[in-house]
């Protein structure tokens, strides 16, 4: 495992953006990536290693405004996208619901998300409803090759592929936002890096544009930095922080990727080892119920009386990382904070220990410490992880094996619930009466995010029950929602 160097770290901070998230990802060995998902091994192994750049390439329309790996892995990607669609009833019963009327005409969306089947089909859920779509990835190793060549194929100009070199990331963005004869009006962006690349190079956009819609963490923060300062050109949607984000994506999405994650790249049992989660909010929750249920013995660090309580509630016991770090097989971390690990405790685990990282970017673990201390791998090590492990254990070698990027992408694959969140962010900015939204950072609507619930329930067969007119009186409610007020999380 090799870790981003010092002119990594110079080279990213010129884009304040997710530059740590990007440079870990950089260094994560390819084995970890490929891990990722079995269609984008099968993707890689069959590939030339010509840069997409390179490439001059036609869909069967005879359209070349895209930049894909492999066109012809379309109909694979075409597959894949149909079989995400199933386990997507809430946009494509959106998609049923508003097709006729079709929201979206005349909105050109620029997008930059992860390109997986997923968000594939959010894509085509966009086009459906009327928009103009021109798509990038925000993260230069997620894109599943053959999905980008299927959306292509149906004329979504794509500009993405798995292992993008920096360059190619910023000169992909560049291809979406800058081509002529059409104007992005609308930005889905996760992580603000396309956001800060229209700021910088493409200014006028905003003079247009109907608004922005962020998904991540790291790019709300910034969003909400330039409203500070004055600097928001339009309207902006905080998807993040819908309830149907984060007590879905953040709980229970995390709940099944942590294992996913941990099982792919360690290939242990997890009854009867010693884990200690560090935070214990919705993404700890999730990680804990998990690895309970597979018979870990789970301990929490919290910072909160609350949540602290919540876990002792659960069933957990609540410690100080220090006085546990010695006897623990895997450490998790799930704060969003800083130095949560750190280089002393490093120093104090168990040899073979698991590290881990669920939080948004590379700051939970003393990282910079952490390269100095981790073993250089040699390359033949790096095609499997586990084999690394195995190796380096066996030669009683000290290793942290760090594998954040391989969580954070992982869990990405089982984010279907609150996808239609970002739908329904742009129809409600494209269509917003003049003035309802000025240029500031705002929540989707609670009554949209109960609506992307509502959405969701059909596929249990779960029946609602209706207020009665008198209830209704009695609650000071609509009968129609919202049922909960802003506050209510
Ligand atoms: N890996 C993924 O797929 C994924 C998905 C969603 C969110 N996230 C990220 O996970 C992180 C946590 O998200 P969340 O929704 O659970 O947030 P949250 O705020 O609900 O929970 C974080 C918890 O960590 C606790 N905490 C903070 N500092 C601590 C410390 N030093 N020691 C122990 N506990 C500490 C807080 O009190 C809080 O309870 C965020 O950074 C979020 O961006 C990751």
Redesign the pocket.
Known sequence: IQFANAEDKQEFSKYPTKAGRRSLSRSISQSSTDSYSSAASYTDSSDDETSPRDKAQVNTHGSSDFCVKNIKQAEFGRREIEIAEQDMSALISLRKRAQGEKPLAGAKIVGCTHITAQTAVLIETLVALGAQCRWTACNIYSTQNEVAAALAETGVPVFAWKGESEDDFWWCIDRCVNTEGWQANMILDDGGDLTHWVYKKYPSVFKKARGIVEE???GVHRLYQLSKAGKLCVPAMNV?DSVT??KF???Y??RE??LD?LKRTTDIMFGGKQVVV?????????CCTALKALGAIVC?????P???LQACMDGFRVVK?SEVIRQMDVVI????????VTREQLDRMKNGCIVC?????NT?IDVVNFKQITPQIPNGFKKLLKHVLQHLVESEQKVYPYI?LI??L???TT?TTNISDPALALIELFNAPEGRYKQDVYLLPKKMDEYVASLHLPNFDAHLTELTDEQAKYMGLNKNGPFKPNYYR
Do not use: P, W
């Open positions: 991540s963490v790291t993040n984000k984060q994506d953040n709980l999405c995390c990727s942590i994650g560090c935070g214990y909010g919705e993404v700890g929750k999730g929490i660090t919290e910072i909160d609350i949540c602290a990382l971390t799930c704060t969003g904070n800083k130095n949560v990282n669920m939080g948004h970017s939970e954040q969580l954070r992982l869990s990405i984010t």
